[in-house]
């Protein structure tokens, strides 16, 4: 069983970092792609950040260059390493387990497991 719990958010000015954790506790994440998505008041989810099937990662033009996916096998953990934040940055942020079958790491219908989600606010 995927139980995926993220932690790290919370209030920070722009320009300041904050560093997302997502921690499985059925210990699959280490077997799976993972991802990190967002989602504004009033808007979709949107992509962020993802490994792909074999390491690589990948990241949405908005965040590339400040934000940073890893993860730690050995502790069942996905990180997000947020820097230079924006007021843009304010959302939701969750992490997502990608489904075997899926062919897109970008589109939150390639996920089947998600974590409760963790609020990011940026003042400006």
């Known amino acids: 069983q995927v139980l995926l719990q993220e932690s790290g958010g919370g209030l920070v000015q722009a320009g300041g970092s904050l560093r997302l954790s ?21 808007k979709e989810r949107q992509f962020v950040a993802a490994f792909s099937r074999g390491g690589g990662t990948y990241y949405a033009d908005s965040v590339k260059g400040r934000f940073t996916i890893s993860r730690d096998n050995a ?13 843009e940055d304010t959302a939701v942020y969750y992490c997502a387990r990608r489904k075997p079958s899926s062919t897109s ?9 998600w974590g409760q989600g963790t609020q990011v606010t940026v003042s400006s």
């Open 22 to 42: 997502c921690a499985d506790s059925g210990r699959t994440l280490s077997t799976y792609p993972m991802g990190w998505f967002r989602q504004a008041p009033g």
């Open 75 to 87: 502790k069942n953990t996905v990180y997000l390493q947020m820097d230079s934040l924006k007021p």
């Open 105 to 113: 790491m970008y589109s939150s219908n390639a996920y089947d497991s």
